[in-house]
């Protein structure tokens, strides 16, 4: 089974600091792995995926993820926050389906 | 607007009644998949397509759900006798075959049973 886990339900942060988002993964075979970003009463935006080769992949809007095999780790990053970065933010693994984390929410305080 | 497009955006409807949901996905997309997200949730799978044909169902679809995609095209989600249960957003996701392309998700439904 294919699974993902996000241990934090919120982060707050001060804007222009660092950003981490964390997410643990679970599956059989190579991983490919996702991140969304959802704001209130929309559908999710696609921020970024690791499918193979380079560990720290870039994505939309300033944002990173480093894949970690040996922590089964796939933590979202942001070098310096913004206040428009607020919004709920889930990690996910695809076999065919897309099987997500509970999701994190994130806070990025003036 | 070439994206995933959902319809209708909010449904209010009384216990009991049908409602269908409509999912347009991205035109040159043969994968089409629907999830449910309730409150504080991560989306669920509920099911997906590969152009017309329904290649899997979650158990969370009970025998009051159906959907459908007749033309390869547009898809369709139907619940019958809802529930208060059934209360959720319902979002449509589309993509191209194989694991590494990202699915691109519609809006989504917002669906409220009285």
């Known amino acids: 089974a294919q699974s993902v886990a996000q241990p934090e339900d919120q982060v707050n942060v001060a804007e222009g600091n660092p950003l981490t988002v964390k997410c643990t993964y679970s599956v059989s075979g190579n991983p490919y792995l996702f991140w969304y970003v959802q704001y209130p009463n929309r559908g999710l935006q696609f921020l970024l995926k690791?499918?193979?080769?380079?560990?720290l992949v870039k994505g939309s809007y300033g944002f990173e993820a480093e894949f970690n095999k040996s922590q089964t780790s796939f933590h979202l990053k942001k070098p310096s926050a913004l206040v428009s970065d607020s919004a709920l933010y889930f990690c996910a693994v695809r076999y065919y389906k897309l099987s997500f984390g509970a999701g994190t929410t994130v806070t990025v305080r003036a | 607007d070439t994206g995933v497009s959902q319809d209708p955006r909010h449904k209010i409807t009384k216990r009991g009644q049908n409602v269908t949901f409509r999912c347009d996905p991205i035109?040159?997309?043969?994968?089409l998949y629907w999830y449910r997200q309730t409150l504080g949730q991560g989306p669920e799978f509920l099911t997906y397509f590969q152009n017309e044909a329904q290649l899997e169902k979650s158990r969370l679809l009970s025998d009051r759900f159906s959907a459908e995609r007749p033309k390869g095209s547009f898809s369709t989600l139907e619940i019958q006798r809802t529930e208060q249960g059934d209360s959720a957003m319902y979002l449509c996701?589309?993509?191209?075959?194989?694991?590494?392309?990202?699915?691109?998700f519609g809006p989504g439904t917002r669906l409220t049973v009285l």
């Open positions: 690791y499918i193979t080769g380079d560990n």
């Open positions: 996701a589309s993509s191209i075959q194989g694991r590494k392309g990202e699915q691109f």
């Open positions: 035109s040159e997309h043969n994968r």
